[in-house]
């Protein structure tokens, strides 16, 4: 168990540029989040995937944004036209859900955004 | 609306000194409550899964309970590495996990 993997570990990039950040969970688990975190805040929730479908997106989530997991395996997180206020961490989480009961979540170490 | 809150927002203990953090929850419904802890730049690290008013769980130095309202993570004797973050989650019947704030834990030698 290597853990959850996020690629890359910090990422500078201009206004209006697009980015991709991919993320490798643990190798059982069936479900996968995406999570923005600013500084001084919790973990705000972007969207889920439950083997290869998207269940949710939060409401609050860019037209901007879009997260895919082909295969049910790894996932990636495009923001498209980046602005100053995407700057954040993004973390992913990963779970291995059978009943509402016993999912846990485990995080990755982040994909720190600095939108200049 | 489901919210979460956590007190206080940062806190300076003397190393031994034990105190208590604070997280409370409005929801519809609790599925189960967690505590993650978070050291910078890093992701939350799972420590406790509360499910039901009065249950406790325990890991070294740290102890987690839950009421109807509220959970609290009490510390006992910290150290100066479990400075970090402490955030608590709530899972609301058929929704996600809803995060607090945070309370940032500093343990000073």
């Known amino acids: 168990d290597t853990g959850v993997s996020q690629d890359p570990r910090h990422k500078i990039t201009k206004r209006g540029q697009n980015v991709t950040f991919r993320c490798d969970p643990i190798?059982?688990?069936?479900?996968l989040y995406w999570y923005r975190q600013t500084l001084g805040q919790g973990p705000e929730f972007l969207t889920y995937?439950?083997?290869?479908?998207?269940?949710?997106k939060s409401r609050l989530l860019s037209d901007r944004f879009s997260a895919e997991r082909p295969k049910g395996s790894f996932s990636t997180l495009e923001i498209q036209r980046t602005e100053q206020g995407d700057s954040a961490m993004y973390l992913c989480?990963?779970?291995?859900?059978?009943?509402?009961?016993?999912?846990?979540?485990?995080f990755g170490s982040g994909t720190q955004l600095s939108v200049l | 609306e489901d919210q979460v809150t956590q007190s206080p927002e940062a806190l300076r203990l003397q190393e031994g000194e034990s105190s208590s953090l604070n997280c409370s929850y409005t929801v519809s419904g609790l599925r189960g409550l967690f505590w993650y802890r978070q050291d910078p730049g890093k992701g939350p690290e799972f420590l406790f899964t509360?499910?039901?008013a009065g249950e406790e769980k325990e890991k070294e130095r740290l102890k987690a309970t839950l009421t109807k309202k509220e959970s609290f993570l009490h510390i006992t004797a910290p150290k100066p590495e479990d400075s970090a973050t402490y955030l608590c989650a709530v899972v609301p019947k058929g929704q996600n996990f809803v995060f607090g704030p945070g309370t940032r834990l500093s343990v000073l030698p």
């Open positions: 989480a990963s779970s291995f859900y059978l009943t509402a009961t016993n999912e846990k979540l485990f």
């Open positions: 190798s059982e688990h069936n479900r």
């Open positions: 509360l499910y039901s």
């Open positions: 995937f439950q083997n290869e479908a998207q269940l949710e």
